[in-house]
Every structure is written in structure tokens, then in C-alpha cells.
Nanobody, 118 residues
């Protein structure tokens, strides 16, 4: 089970930290987002090395991290822009392929809404 939290409404340039708690450990997890009328897109992923991967649109602004002891995945989002507005989902159980491709993940949370106003 994956449960996201931390979403909200902020102004452009603001920061938010999303959290995703999980019940079973998994070394490969990711954050995705989906804006109305758009496809779900990968934002950031992390594995057990840990190696991180980011979408070009968030590089330098977002940071993914994981606290295995707390069974929590995080996404620190800085310098938010209106185009970051979306429902954000965490995903787990990566089966292979592109780590930012939603088809590679088996389990999903219910999402948390992020709204950035200009």
C-alpha cells in the first residue's frame, strides 16, 4: 500500500515536500504526475544504489530521496512553476525498462494534488 501526502497550493517560486509511505520495502520507486488532459509522466526515480533519475523539466529543482527505516519516499520540490500543477503519484515495484515509464511499475498510490499559481 502506498499513501501520498504533502500536496497543496503554492505560488510560483514556492516549495513543497511530498511524502509517500509504504508498507513493504522496495528499492526502486518513483514519482509521477498527471495534469488534466495529459498523460501520466515520470518525474523522478530512485533505486537502491541509490541512483536517481529526473525528467528534464524538473532537473535542478526537484530531489527524490528515500528513508527505508521510515518506509517513506520523498519528493522535495523547489522553485515550483505553474506547469508543475498536477496530481502526483508514487509508484513501486519496478519491473524493468525506462525508470520514468509508468508501464514499469506495478503499484500506485492514490495521488496528492499540487497546484501552483502564477
Amino acid at each position: 500500500q502506498l499513501v501520498e501526502s504533502g500536496g497543496g497550493s503554492v505560488q510560483s517560486g514556492g516549495n513543497l515536500r511530498l511524502s509517500c509511505t509504504y508498507t513493504r520495502g522496495n528499492p526502486s520507486m518513483a514519482w509521477f504526475r498527471q495534469a488534466p488532459g495529459k498523460e501520466r509522466e515520470g518525474v523522478a526515480s530512485i533505486d537502491d544504489l541509490p541512483k536517481t533519475t529526473y525528467a528534464d523539466s524538473v532537473k535542478g529543482r526537484f530531489t527524490i530521496s528515500q528513508d527505508s527505516a521510515k518506509k517513506t519516499l520523498y519528493l522535495q520540490m523547489n522553485d515550483l512553476k505553474p506547469e508543475d500543477t498536477a496530481m502526483y503519484y508514487c509508484a513501486a515495484y519496478f519491473s524493468g525498462g525506462d525508470r520514468l515509464d509508468r508501464r514499469g511499475y506495478r503499484y500506485w498510490g492514490q495521488g496528492t494534488q499540487v497546484t501552483v499559481s502564477s
